[in-house]
């Protein structure tokens, strides 16, 4: 497994830990918690499933300057809390900066969530001159 230089300090509780990372892609997994509930049913918001995958796809391209430029994602089947939930990513497509990304996120064999992620590995910081 390659070493994580990217989202170095992000929380895996909330948006999942590295489980596999190789060149151009990786997984990440986390098991829903009660804070992660919207409602008192149990369900879990959409967000936090989103951000596993995104950790997914900026790990996959594992820059410390990439960011997130946009995505297109459905969300296919609910998560509740204590579902094991993993996330796949892959690069699909490199054009100068630009990374697209197949996303994909399972609980068990059920797909939950599917879509492509852009993200682009800038030159600086996005944070400095900001």
């Known amino acids: 497994m390659l070493t ?10 909330l948006c999942g830990a590295p489980t596999e990372l190789a060149e151009g892609r990786a997984t990440t ?3 829903a918690t009660p ?15 989103f951000g596993l995958a995104d950790h997914a796809a900026m790990l996959a391209v594992n820059d410390p300057l990439v960011v997130l430029g946009s995505s297109e994602v459905r ?8 579902d094991e939930v993993i996330a ?4 699909t497509e490199t054009k ?9 996120a399972t609980v068990g064999d059920r797909e939950v969530l599917v879509g ?4 682009f590995v800038l030159e600086k910081h996005v944070l400095d001159g900001a």
């Open 4 to 13: 994580p230089r990217t989202h170095l300090g992000i929380s895996h509780a």
């Open 29 to 31: 997994r986390f098991v």
């Open 35 to 49: 804070e992660m509930a919207a409602d008192d049913r149990g369900l879990v918001h959409g967000g936090f499933v």
């Open 75 to 82: 969300f296919v089947a609910p998560v509740r809390v204590g």
């Open 88 to 91: 796949h990513a892959e690069i």
């Open 96 to 104: 100068g900066k630009k990374r697209v990304l197949a996303v994909r």
């Open 116 to 119: 492509t992620l852009t993200a």
